[in-house]
């Protein structure tokens, strides 16, 4: 079984800023993906970045970018340049490859406040 | 654009009545998932397809809960009867390694 854990409930940044969100996640496969979803007031769950654990190189996209540390069960995401548009609901999210491919676990999701 | 698309948006209903929410997968996309959100359990998975068959629904409340695949472009989850406590967000998602998620069904029953 895999858990996602979001530690921080809510978090603000000025825009323009950098912020980080934190996740940790346990599991006990070897092949598993890492996902950060963003979901706005309008409920629509958006993909923001996608990690393959056996990737070392952190996924970038943008402005999103990802530190995972393997070792550490870490998977943080770091949003540059901060728009007030990035104000959302932000969940961690994993799932193992083989058949479980795509069964998602969430974390309980960061509420990500920017201010003008 | 591809994209998941979910039938209805907002569904309103008295307790008792029978809910039928539709979700339509990416093209090509064989595996598609229905989750539900709520305050207090997050996003749950309730079912998932591969293939068109079920392979996982133990997230669902066999009594009251379906869930089918009766061709690759549509997937349907039915309540009945529907409970006040099945008020929640209803999430479609679709794909192969990355699901993508459709907009949800807001359901409400009174």
């Known amino acids: 079984a895999q858990t996602v854990t979001q530690s921080q409930p809510e978090m603000s940044v000025q825009e323009a800023e950098t912020v980080t969100l934190s996740c940790t996640y346990d599991t006990s496969e070897s092949d598993y993906y890492l996902f950060w979803y963003k979901q706005p007031p309008s409920r629509q769950m958006i993909l923001v970045i996608r990690?393959?654990?056996?990737?070392?190189q952190n996924a970038t996209e943008n402005r999103f970018s990802v530190n995972f540390q393997k070792a550490a069960k870490s998977f943080s995401l770091k949003i540059s340049d901060s728009q007030l548009g990035d104000a959302a609901m932000y969940f961690c999210?994993?799932?193992?490859?083989?058949?479980?491919?795509?069964?998602?676990?969430f974390g309980q999701g960061t509420i990500l406040t920017v201010h003008p | 654009d591809a994209r998941v698309t979910q039938t209805p948006r907002h569904k309103v209903t008295e307790m008792g009545q029978e809910v039928t929410m539709r979700c339509q997968p990416i093209?090509?996309?064989?595996?598609v998932f229905w989750y539900r959100q709520t305050m207090m359990q997050g996003l749950e998975l309730l079912a998932y397809?591969?293939?068109?068959?079920?392979?996982?629904d133990s997230g669902m409340p066999k009594d009251r809960f379906s869930a089918e695949m009766p061709d690759a472009t549509l997937a349907t989850l039915k309540i009945q009867p529907s409970e006040p406590r099945d008020s929640a967000v209803y999430f479609c998602a679709s794909g192969t390694w990355t699901p993508f998620f459709g907009q949800g069904t807001r359901l409400t029953v009174v």
């Open positions: 990690q393959e654990a056996y990737k070392q």
């Open positions: 397809f591969r293939n068109r068959a079920p392979l996982d």
């Open positions: 093209l090509g996309h064989n595996t």
């Open positions: 999210a994993s799932h193992a490859g083989g058949t479980s491919y795509g069964k998602l676990t």
